[in-house]
């Protein structure tokens, strides 16, 4: 049996590797390169505990869509409105500044190696995880992110994905499938990845600046979704004064029906992003520049880490 498909959150992954890790770590030079090396032993963890036969590191090209902010500009709002060069403001993730300048030398990294990348103009990681999660026709998936908006793609069929959740680190690192989504938040199991971004847009999410539904809460949420299937089954319901609703819960939905009615594209994964990938996504037998990871290796004092990963690559 081949190894599974290994969807990285790139963002995900060395933002957590950013926070682990010291800033101590450092280059010759002093530039910090904790993210760079914690991203790089996990990497390498991946290869040696999930064994996958193709893995490809996911990427923003758009951190925060103007699809989704059209559609609800509070979308990731808190995270921007830095004073801009120009007119207005500019928009600007919330990047530490010693982190900024590591993620060039992680793609280095990744490029030196031969690990496939990808991404999609005008959309998240996310999206591109879920297009390329979703079109796999031949492989299991395992989705690697520290990102529960993920769990919306487990699947069964056809060719099941499950999510490494790394939330609480590599140690403590979770798969969870169809079965784990529906027992740890209560929706039905038969559709549970779709049953928790019906859940989701109806609790709203504070982190990503989704306001939900007022009165509703994850469980309650999680409840309304497995007695009427869906979302917008909850909605028909709602509107047609379905006698299982109780009038409160009509009220609180007919409020929010202008939230409602965006929710969904902006909470579920666009799964028709076109992708873009840089090269082949199996994962390779030997780096594809040798030398060039030596001098990475010595450039930014990352010995150890690039011989783990070295290591911990499939031999031919």
Same mark, same amino acid.
């Given at each position: ?184 938040? #209560?929706?039905? /199991?038969?559709? *549970?990845? $779709? @049953?928790?971004? &019906?859940?989701? %847009? ?76 840089? #090269?082949?996504? /199996?994962?390779? *037998?030997? $780096? @594809?520049?040798? &030398?060039?990871? %030596? ?22």
């Amino acid at each position: 049996m081949t190894g599974p498909l290994a969807l990285l959150d790139s963002a995900s992954l060395y933002f957590r590797s950013y926070y682990a890790l010291p800033d101590s770590m450092t280059a010759p030079d002093g530039t910090p390169v904790n993210a760079v090396r914690g991203f790089t032993d996990t990497l390498a963890r991946i290869l040696t505990d999930r064994r996958p036969a193709r893995l490809v590191a996911c990427l923003d090209a758009d951190w925060r869509p103007k699809f989704r902010t059209d559609l609800l500009p509070s979308y990731k709002a808190h995270r921007v409105a830095v004073p801009g060069h120009g007119e207005g403001e500019a928009d600007v993730e919330e990047v530490p500044d010693t982190l900024t300048p590591q993620v060039p030398v992680i793609l280095d990294v990744l490029a030196a190696f031969g690990f496939a990348t990808a991404e999609a103009a005008g959309y998240e990681a996310d999206d591109v995880i879920g297009a390329l999660a979703t079109h796999e026709q031949d492989a299991p998936v395992e989705v690697i992110t520290g990102d529960r908006d993920l769990f919306q793609l487990v699947r069964a069929t056809p060719t099941p994905t499950s999510v490494v959740y790394v939330g609480k680190g590599w140690a403590k690192a979770e798969v969870l499938g169809q079965a784990e989504i529906a027992e740890r938040y #209560g929706v039905p /199991a038969d559709h *549970a990845g $779709p @049953a928790y971004a &019906d859940m989701s %847009a109806l609790r709203g999410d504070p982190s990503d600046g989704l306001p939900g539904v007022a009165g509703i809460g994850e469980k309650t949420a999680a409840k309304l979704i497995t007695q009427f299937g869906s979302l917008e089954e909850l909605i028909v319901a709602s509107q047609s004064g379905d006698s299982r609703l109780p009038l409160k819960t009509r009220l609180r939905l007919k409020d929010a029906a202008d939230y409602l009615a965006v929710a969904p594209t902006v909470v579920r994964v666009a799964v028709d992003a076109p992708v873009v990938q840089s #090269g082949s996504d /199996a994962v390779p *037998a030997s $780096p @594809a520049d040798p &030398d060039r990871v %030596a001098e990475l290796a010595e450039q930014w004092n990352l010995g150890r880490s690039v011989e783990r990963l070295l290591a911990a690559l499939p031999k031919a």
